[in-house]
């Protein structure tokens, strides 16, 4: 019986794969947002927060979050405020919302590894 072994340019390959793989997933991504995506309030909250997995780029025109009414008009006051460790941001909205459906909409572009990510939710 033949023994296989392992050889430099296999190990090479999946250090290769593993590599590409760790980066393709180092993007910034959400780990929570308040409200939650989904959600059914009873009162207009003052601000839309997230808190993303890494740091993103404090650049209002890089990582943001809007969020509109079920018109598409915007609701929050335009301004994103980036926390310290610029690892949570915090939409203000304006005051006297009506019930409805709100969608928010962010992007975050991660410092780490220059890519850009983004989605949308409603609560």
């Not at 430099?8 to 593993?18: D, E, G, R, T, Y």
């Not at 590599?19 to 601000?47: C, I, K």
């Not at 928010?104 to 572009?109: D, E, F, G, P």
Request: charged share 20%; proline share 6%.
């Amino acid at each position: 019986m033949r023994k296989r072994s392992i050889t430099p340019a296999a190990i090479l390959a999946l250090a290769a794969a593993f590599a590409v793989t760790q980066l393709v997933f180092a993007h910034s991504r959400p780990v929570r947002f308040d409200p939650a995506p989904g959600s059914v309030l009873t009162t207009a909250p003052a601000q839309v927060n997230g808190w993303f997995d890494s740091e993103i780029r404090a650049n209002p025109s890089a990582s943001f979050i809007q969020v509109t009414d079920s018109s598409g008009n915007r609701v929050d006051t335009g301004t994103t405020n980036m926390s310290t460790d610029r690892k949570q941001m915090t939409a203000p909205l304006k005051s006297g919302l009506v019930n409805g459906r709100y969608t928010v909409t962010y992007r975050t572009w991660d410092d780490d590894d220059g890519a850009i990510f983004g989605d949308c939710f409603n609560f």
